[in-house]
């Protein structure tokens, strides 16, 4: 048995290995650093999980939050949170202690667990929450958060389209945290589009690197590898040395990353006199970010494959548009839109659609639309108008051929490596810092990636030093979110009302062949 019609009679996201738990019990569903579980295996998991999250007080409607790296362990855990009508919550591990508490706090998760065994930063974490050891059967050790005995559930839907699966954070652009409610129905439906285009089945390996903490490694990684009866490979982070193992073992047959994971890979092949032109893949993909010519045709060459690009945000689960496998193409577009989403390409002033061809932005809508931001439906109806259609924030125009090209973006977004960087955040941080008046943080375009560039105000009679400054950074922010250049300033570029000229200061970032004035 090669398919089965993934979504079509699921409720609930951790029914789609019932029929691979029935047709190939003993193929390969996981596989970590340290454990392998077949379909029988993950599924007396995942139920025993389930038993022992209610046994920790977990109701119908509660939200569990999961401080992790990708593992076999978090995987199970999300497939059991679903068992129980709860909502997962993951969350990187890597997130500093001032993101994960904001976290805990907003949602209001009755219970926290922690993949202490695999991550040192869940584990540290874990010990900052004063959280203890219990072992799970079939995933090993986790550690275990106090009960929240202030948590309120959720009101619970039989129906999938109403009833919450996963919340994703992402940092609003007010600095505050947005969690993303993603259905079941949502999440089924991605799965399904697994099926449909990438034609995923039972002879496939997936390369899973991507954390489950981002939409893509929990949505299209996770949840549609096992709806289509896939064997999914975890591994917790990415390095190159790890993934060219597989490639030369021919273990892996679909591999999704982020362009700047492509461009890591290339440079540690070139300094190492890697090759892997054997590798035996049968699809290759990128997404997260833009993808340049420049990178494209680099990974195509070392391959010997196309490289198929796409595009998606966590709000709607997230695929929007993708290339497909049976005409490749040459150029950056991310495709055409996906079965069942629908998009309009907006003027900014006129509110009403562009001509064929122009750009403008870009608003879509679809079965896999997010329920809204929990706890915030004013900022959910700012983002959803009345006829379901969500405005992206997104610049993009669609060629005559229907490929749909993202040319740039209306907010201030930075995507540094695949992971989101909301400007206003790290300037907070920066702000809190006392000899800093104030900052500004911009994106800077590099090979494959876009980089965190500050500029700060220092106050007269202080003194800033990198290092100590950086330390005060990484204490605060995660790591792909502190910047990877700073510089200081008498006075930031501002109008007479004291606003600060962001166009200006992104110019100045650009300026790279300049003395580099007040870099520290």
């Not at 309120?152 to 699966?165: F, G, L, N």
């Not at 400007?423 to 907070?428: K, L």
Request: aromatic share 4%.
């Amino acid at each position: 048995m090669d398919h089965h019609p993934v979504g079509l009679h699921c409720r609930r996201i951790h029914e789609v290995i019932a029929p691979w738990v029935g047709s190939i019990p003993n193929a390969l569903a996981l596989s970590d650093r340290d454990r392998a579980l077949t379909y029988a295996q993950l599924d007396m998991a995942t139920r025993a999980a389930a038993v022992q999250l209610r046994q920790l007080g977990v109701e119908p409607g509660d939200r569990v939050l999961l401080v992790a790296e990708n593992c076999a362990a978090l995987a199970v855990l999300v497939l059991a949170a679903s068992q129980c009508d709860a909502w997962a919550v993951v969350v990187n591990a890597r997130l500093s202690a001032r993101e994960i508490d904001t976290f805990i706090e907003h949602s209001g998760a009755r219970r926290v667990l922690y993949t202490a065994r695999v991550s040192q930063e869940a584990k540290a974490h874990a010990a900052r929450a004063g959280a203890t050891m219990s072992a799970w059967s079939g995933i090993g050790d986790l550690a275990v958060g106090p009960l929240n005995p202030r948590a309120r559930a959720e009101a619970v839907s039989d129906d999938p389209t109403d009833q919450v699966a996963a919340m994703i954070y992402t940092s609003g652009t007010s600095g505050q945290p947005k969690g993303v409610m993603l259905t079941h129905a949502g999440l089924l439906h991605i799965a399904s589009l697994s099926s449909q285009l990438r034609r995923l089945s039972p002879k496939d390996t997936v390369y899973g690197v991507l954390p489950m903490a981002h939409v893509v490694g929990l949505s299209s990684q996770l949840i549609g590898s096992l709806a289509c009866g896939c064997c999914l490979q975890l591994e917790e982070r990415f390095s190159p040395e790890a993934l060219c193992a597989m490639l030369r073992e021919r273990k892996i047959s679909v591999l999704i990353g982020v362009p700047a994971m492509y461009a890591r890979l290339l440079d540690w092949c070139a300094r190492t006199g890697t090759a892997f032109a054997d590798h035996g893949l049968r699809i290759l993909g990128t997404a997260g970010s833009p993808l340049t010519p420049e990178l494209k045709q680099a990974v195509e060459a070392a391959f010997g494959m196309t490289l198929h690009n796409g595009y998606g945000l966590t709000e709607m689960s997230p695929t929007v548009a993708q290339t497909h496998l049976e005409s490749p193409r040459e150029d950056c577009s991310v495709g055409t839109p996906v079965p069942g989403v629908e998009i309009r390409i907006v003027d900014l002033a006129s509110r009403s659609d562009v001509v064929p061809g122009e750009v403008g932005e870009l608003w879509v809508r679809g079965p896999n639309l997010m329920k809204g931001y929990y706890r915030a439906d004013d900022l959910t109806r700012a983002a959803i108008n009345a006829e379901g259609w969500f405005n992206t924030g997104d610049l993009a125009r669609q060629a005559e051929d229907g490929a749909l090209y993202i040319v740039g973006r209306t907010k201030e977004l930075i995507i540094r490596s695949g992971f989101n960087v909301y400007p206003v955040e790290v300037e907070q941080v920066l702000n809190s810092h006392p000899a800093i008046v104030q900052s500004a943080v911009v994106g800077r375009p590099v090979s494959g990636n876009e980089e965190v560039v500050a500029f700060v105000e220092v106050a007269a009679g202080m003194t800033l030093a990198r290092e100590p400054l950086m330390a005060y950074l990484r204490a605060r922010l995660s790591p792909y979110k502190v910047p990877s250049e700073i510089r200081a300033m008498t006075q930031l570029p501002a109008a007479a009302t004291g606003k600060l000229l962001k166009h200006e200061i992104r110019q100045l970032a650009l300026r790279q062949a300049d003395a580099r004035q007040g870099v520290l």
